[in-house]
């Protein structure tokens, strides 16, 4: 079955520069929220989207934005990137915004900002 | 706010033993859903379990099996005969139904498993 596509896998920016991370649901999912994960922590709830709409806002610097395109797919974008940007970003998928079913997860984008 | 806690920050337990991941959490709302997921370590999430909070039965699936006591806010969860490739951090999760369109995950912060031959 298709699980959550993120893209790309690995990517490593200097200080200062941008990013931008891709976050494919699963088909028919209309929701998708941000995760990251410093070294050693727990995942940290950025923001979500649901029917291209923000949902919810967690702990986003204002340095990132993001939104949700019409094909429900989501971009992170982050700029003026710092050293301690570096992480694990989760991009997860729900259908109808409720997590009364499984909220799936993609395999991360490791960023590493040097 | 909702709020996780897992007090056990890494368990070291020898192979065919059993062990219980711990899990307490704090809400307010009478509707939620917790979660259990691993994290090996190649990074990936691999979702485990959810629960209602309407569903205090207790699940068990293989080697795995979950307390869900809504008396003492908890979601243990067993592994039996733990093996080697049951290491990996461990994540409990809530996620409290506010509403239609606002339901995120709030995690915590993981116990780390490591299962020795």
């Known amino acids: 079955a298709a699980g959550v596509i993120q893209s790309p896998r690995h990517l490593i920016k200097e200080k200062r520069e941008t990013a931008t991370l891709k976050c494919y649901p699963i088909p028919r999912h209309d929701t998708v929220y941000w995760y990251q994960q410093g070294p050693g922590q727990d995942p940290q709830f950025l923001i979500s989207?649901?029917?291209?709409?923000?949902?919810d806002k967690g702990s986003i610097p204002d340095r990132f934005s993001a939104q949700q395109f019409s094909d429900y797919h989501s971009e992170l974008n982050m700029s003026s990137l710092e050293l301690g940007d570096s992480a694990l970003y989760f991009c997860?998928?729900?259908?109808?915004?409720?997590?009364?079913?499984?909220?799936?997860f993609g395999q991360g984008t490791r960023l590493t900002v040097v | 706010a909702q709020k996780v806690t897992q007090a056990q920050t890494e368990i070291s337990v020898v192979e065919k033993e059993d062990v219980t991941l711990d899990c307490v959490y704090e809400?307010?709302?009478?509707?939620?859903?917790l979660f259990w997921y691993k994290q090996p370590p190649s990074g990936e999430l691999v979702f485990l379990i959810r629960r209602n909070s309407f569903d205090e039965q207790n699940e068990i699936s293989g080697r795995y099996s979950w307390n869900f006591q809504k008396s003492t806010s908890s979601f243990n969860f067993t592994i039996t005969a733990s093996q080697v490739v049951d290491s990996a951090v461990y994540f409990c999760?809530?996620?409290?139904?506010?509403?239609?369109?606002?339901?995120?995950?709030?995690f915590g912060a993981g116990t780390r498993l490591t299962v020795k031959p």
């Open positions: 989207f649901y029917e291209k709409m923000q949902s």
């Open positions: 809400t307010r709302d009478t509707t939620y859903y």
């Open positions: 997860a998928s729900s259908l109808r915004g409720q997590l009364n079913t499984e909220a799936f």
């Open positions: 999760a809530l996620s409290e139904a506010r509403g239609a369109n606002n339901n995120d995950m709030r």
